[in-house]
């Protein structure tokens, strides 16, 4: 009997010394995964049967902001994550599709724009899987970066392209301008009667030139020959800028204080007629944030106030053509961020429809009114950012809320 009890007592203690080994193999292995997880760089979440978020990582609280306290259920989640109706009810039955059909440990990647809690929206990549037990593990990538990189790789490609045709057509369009213009231009000075050898030559025809001229003004023959010249000088700066948007800089690059660019251009736009003959640009608010001690950055310094000076422009002439009800304003930024020179020209205007914003830089695109744009001014004002100074060029903008251009320049071009 005490031999069976005693049995029973090793029996006991040998089952509870490998529970507790169990036991601690298993929290080996959690701590093990945990470290794993909390130092992925991807966001993790699981999510148990009944749609309830039971983990969090720490990288999904840095992506996005929220943490448990936020959210608890795939429904409360989706509402932060979605705000807008239309497009939350695609995305969660783009997600209840991938769930039913997936099988266990099936990972089906989605992509979607997440609105993070600081407002900020982000590009992120999804990637769940559903465990055996029912439950799903999400893995969250933010790609919003990358996605900028490529899109801007495909714009400066796609310019490219377009600036060698530009370069043909701009050839091939200045000879017979040329002669139109110069035809234009004789015609007038040989019906002037203030050269000698016109009243010579009119005398000999017996034709009284200031008698022709009363003619040609009362039937307005002069006024189409100074619209010919004015529209054949207005297609001549088409020419122009399109060559300027097809050819390499050769300009000289300088170390540069990029405060001073700013100073130049702000000065030269309050100066200019352009701007004072459709909207006086100083009326517009203008707020500085220039960070103190910037380096000198090497640009071509003419041609980064050609595009600053075409930004203050686009900006004013957008306010000027809506209904406002606050005083107009431009903010102008300069500031050092991530090996780069960003330079920000924002206005509080009435901001770019998402369809515009796509094709803003292309050439020849424009919402002027037919005579007031040619299209070309952002897409040359890409080409010296993009193909001259190896920067990046984008816009941020909301309808009704402002417009952003940013512009970043390399600081491996700095000089001392």
């Given amino acids: 009997m005490r031999d069976s009890i005693k049995n029973q007592i ?110 900020n929206v982000k590009t992120i990549d999804f990637k769940p899987t559903t465990l055996e037990t029912g439950e799903q593990i999400v893995m969250y990538e933010d790609i919003t970066e990358r996605k900028q990189s490529e899109e801007l790789l495909i714009q400066t490609e796609k310019m490219m392209s377009v600036g060698g045709l530009a370069a043909g057509m701009a050839h091939e369009l200045n000879n017979p301008l040329g002669g139109m213009l110069q035809g234009a231009q004789n015609i007038q000075r040989r019906l002037s009667p203030d050269l000698e050898k016109n009243v010579q030559s009119a005398t000999t025809h017996g034709i009284n030139l200031n008698n022709l001229q009363n003619y040609l003004k009362e039937r307005k023959i002069l006024d189409y020959l100074v619209g010919i010249n004015e529209s054949g000088q207005r297609a001549a700066k088409i020419i122009k800028d399109m060559l300027l948007f097809s050819r390499k800089s050769e300009s000289t690059m300088a170390p540069t204080n990029l405060l001073e660019i700013m100073e130049n251009v702000l000065d030269l736009a309050g100066k200019n007629y352009d701007l004072k003959k459709k909207y006086d640009f100083r009326s517009i ?132």
Wanted: charged share 30%.
């Fill in 285 to 416: 608010d203008i707020i500085r944030e220039f960070e103190p001690n910037l380096p000198l950055i090497s640009c071509t310094a003419t041609e980064i106030e050609q595009v600053v000076l075409n930004l203050l422009s686009n900006a004013a002439w957008a306010m000027a053509n809506e209904k406002r009800n606050t005083p107009p304003q431009i903010t102008l930024r300069v500031k050092i961020e991530k090996q780069m020179a960003r330079i920000d020209i924002e206005d509080n205007g009435p901001g770019i429809d998402e369809d515009i914003k796509k094709r803003i830089f292309e050439p020849f695109f424009t919402t002027k009114p037919l005579g007031e744009g040619t299209g070309l001014g952002l897409s040359v004002s890409y080409m010296i950012i993009t193909n001259n100074h190896r920067g990046t060029m984008e816009v941020e903008s909301e309808i009704g809320k402002g417009t952003n251009f940013i512009i970043k320049l390399p600081l491996d071009k700095i000089g001392s």
């Fill in 10 to 119: 090793v029996v006991l203690e040998t089952e509870n010394e490998e529970r507790k080994k169990a036991e601690a193999a298993l929290k080996q292995s959690e701590e093990k995964y945990r470290t794993l997880v909390e130092n992925s760089p991807l966001g993790i979440a699981v999510i148990d049967k009944q749609h309830n978020y039971i983990y969090l990582s720490s990288n999904f609280i840095k992506i996005f902001g929220y943490t448990l306290d936020d959210f608890s259920t795939g429904k409360e989640w989706f509402k932060l994550a979605f705000p807008d109706k239309d497009n939350r009810e695609q995305v969660i039955e783009r997600w209840i599709d991938d769930k039913n059909i997936a099988k266990s440990g099936d990972s089906r990647p989605r992509t979607f724009d997440v609105v993070c809690k600081d407002g």
